[in-house]
């Protein structure tokens, strides 16, 4: 069965650069979010999106921005980029989340690690 | 906000024990509960999920208890298993879904 892609799979990036991570969710998925995870760290809410609309945010900074397309695919923009921004990234989608209260599991993909020199 | 935390960052079990992992959560309110599992550099994997309604439900091999009153879950593996040695968060969603909420891992490691 398909499951969620995520690419690149690894990022390495300077300081200050920008970086975008792209996310393709389950075929038919409607439902996306960002998590954040650090070394060690459980995954941190970042973003959602459900029908291209953002439905909510959580600790993402002011650099970052995502945005999802009319084929569901997602990404997230990272710009001047810090060294605490070195994490693993994963996107999750699901079926009906956010939008009715509702949502099937949550499935995650198998996440980008981004380090930050 | 939701707060979901794990009593213990580590448990190590021998191969054939039953292995639990515990998780609190602060929202009364709280409905709905997931087991993740995620092996290293390996996204979380869905293991079981509980809804309020239900204070227990199995799966195979493993079993979730909620205990509303005290606001705690539980992860129940039977007969542990060394393919079941990673990480375990449990999560909570928000109201609406639009994201969740997860504890901080417990890390099982089973001996051979």
């Known amino acids: 069965a398909a499951g969620v892609i995520q690419s690149p799979r690894h990022l390495i990036k300077e300081k200050r650069e920008t970086a975008t991570l792209k996310c393709y969710p389950i075929?038919?998925?409607?439902?996306v979010y960002w998590y954040q995870q650090g070394p060690g760290q459980d995954p941190q809410f970042l973003i959602s999106?459900?029908?291209?609309?953002?439905?909510d945010k959580g600790s993402i900074p002011d650099r970052f921005s995502a945005q999802q397309f009319s084929d569901y695919h997602s990404e997230l923009n990272m710009s001047s980029l810090e060294l605490g921004d070195s994490a693993l990234y994963f996107c999750?989608?699901?079926?009906?989340?956010?939008?009715?209260?509702?949502?099937?599991?949550?499935?995650f993909g198998p996440g980008t690690r981004l380090t930050v020199l | 906000g939701e707060s979901v935390g794990l009593h213990l960052p580590t448990l190590s079990v021998q191969e054939g024990d039953n292995s639990i992992i515990n998780c609190a959560y602060s929202?009364?309110?709280?409905?709905?509960f997931i087991w993740y599992k995620q092996e290293s550099g390996k996204g979380p994997q869905f293991i079981i999920d509980?809804?309020?309604?239900?204070d227990k439900r199995q799966g195979q091999r493993v079993t979730v208890l909620l205990n509303k009153t005290v606001k705690h879950l539980s992860l129940q593996i039977a007969a542990t298993q060394p393919g079941d040695s990673a990480v375990y968060f449990c999560?909570?969603?928000?109201?609406?879904?639009?994201?969740?909420?997860f504890g901080s891992g417990t890390k099982l490691n089973v001996k051979p």
């Open positions: 999560a909570v969603p928000a109201y609406n879904f639009n994201k969740f909420y």
């Open positions: 075929p038919r998925h409607d439902t």
């Open positions: 999750a989608s699901s079926l009906g989340g956010g939008g009715n209260g509702m949502s099937d599991e949550q499935f």
């Open positions: 929202n009364s309110a709280s409905d709905y």
């Open positions: 999106f459900y029908e291209k609309m953002q439905s």
């Open positions: 509980i809804r309020s309604n239900m």
